[in-house]
Each structure stands twice: as structure tokens, then as C-alpha cells.
């Protein structure tokens, strides 16, 4: 519950971020307008969340269903390990999406040093703050995913 939670929020924040404002390079005013579908590091970190939120909240429809029945929330060692091959496939999309959004919200804090690029996040502080959390709450989601992976193994190991 608590992987689908942080994924959800990973979404939202990313699918909020966008703004308008002006940059002065040289003198010149220029208007500049982000959001999140501009990259396509977002749009993968999106993607990856939203299939993240699919997979946790079917795993969590499954345990409530089998719960409410009384019957075993892992009924056998097929189950099992497909529940860890998902969340270890999932833990690893997820290192992935946030890695390669750091990437370009770290070239979007600093510039690039060498040519007249500004630091995009002074004029745009609000859409950098919607995707520096949003990361965030991906690797939560990342590390969430793989603590999942390892009470998987070690209910594996006991059956």
C-alpha cells in the first residue's frame, strides 16, 4: 500500500509540474514555458510510476481478496516467484526512471557551463520543485519495491 501511495505521488507531482516565466540571456528577455511532457526522461519516469500504481494496487487487490476468504495471501511457490520477478522488475524500472530524470533536472539546475544556458531553475523554481519531488517519491517507490523483493526471497526460502 505504501509503494502504491509513493508511485501515485511520484505521478502527480510530475504531471503538475509545468510553468511559465522570462530568462534574460545577453540582455534579451525570452519567455520560457516547462512542463513535464517536454522530456522524454519525465515521460518515461511517468510511464514506469504509472505502471508501478497498476502493479501495487492489483498486488494489494489480490492479498484483500484472499484475505477476506481466509486462504493463503501466497497460495504457492509459482505465485511467489512472480510476485518477486514484478517487484524486482519494478524496483529496477523504477532506479531507472529516477536516474535518467536526475539527469536532466541536474542539467536543468546547473546549465551547462561552457554556453550562454542558464540555470532554467531560477526562473522556473516551481516546476524544478514538482520534479526534484517527484524523483524523490520514485526512489521511495524504488526502495519500497525492492524491501518487497526481499521478504519475497525470504518467504521463498522458508517454502
Same mark, same amino acid.
Given at each position: 500500500m505504501l509503494c502504491l501511495l509513493t508511485?501515485?505521488?511520484?505521478?502527480s507531482f510530475m504531471a503538475t509540474a509545468k510553468q511559465a516565466a522570462t530568462i534574460s540571456i545577453y540582455g534579451f528577455q525570452l519567455p520560457v514555458?516547462?512542463?513535464?511532457?517536454?522530456?522524454?526522461?519525465?515521460?518515461?519516469?511517468?510511464g514506469v510510476s504509472a505502471a508501478v500504481v497498476v502493479h501495487s494496487l492489483l498486488q494489494l487487490l489480490i492479498t484483500l481478496s484472499r484475505l477476506l476468504r481466509n486462504s493463503p495471501v501466497i497460495p504457492s511457490r509459482n505465485h511467489?516467484?512472480?510476485?518477486?520477478?514484478g517487484d524486482q522488475a519494478f524496483a529496477?524500472?523504477?532506479?531507472?526512471?529516477?536516474? @535518467? /530524470? #536526475?539527469? !536532466?533536472t541536474n542539467l536543468n539546475r546547473t546549465g551547462i557551463r561552457?554556453?550562454?544556458?542558464?540555470?532554467?531553475?531560477?526562473?522556473?523554481?516551481?516546476?524544478c520543485d514538482h520534479? @526534484? /519531488? #517527484?524523483? !524523490?517519491?520514485t526512489f521511495i517507490s524504488c526502495v519500497l519495491l525492492a524491501t518487497s523483493a526481499i521478504l519475497d526471497v525470504i518467504w521463498l526460502s522458508k517454502y
Open positions: 508511485s501515485v505521488t511520484a505521478v514555458y516547462s512542463k513535464w511532457s517536454f522530456s522524454e526522461s519525465f515521460e518515461y519516469l511517468v511467489a516467484w512472480l510476485i518477486f520477478a529496477y524500472a523504477m532506479l531507472s526512471a529516477g536516474s @535518467a /530524470a #536526475s539527469g !536532466v561552457h554556453t550562454a544556458l542558464p540555470n532554467f531553475c531560477k526562473p522556473l523554481h516551481s516546476f520534479v @526534484a /519531488a #517527484s524523483i !524523490v517519491f
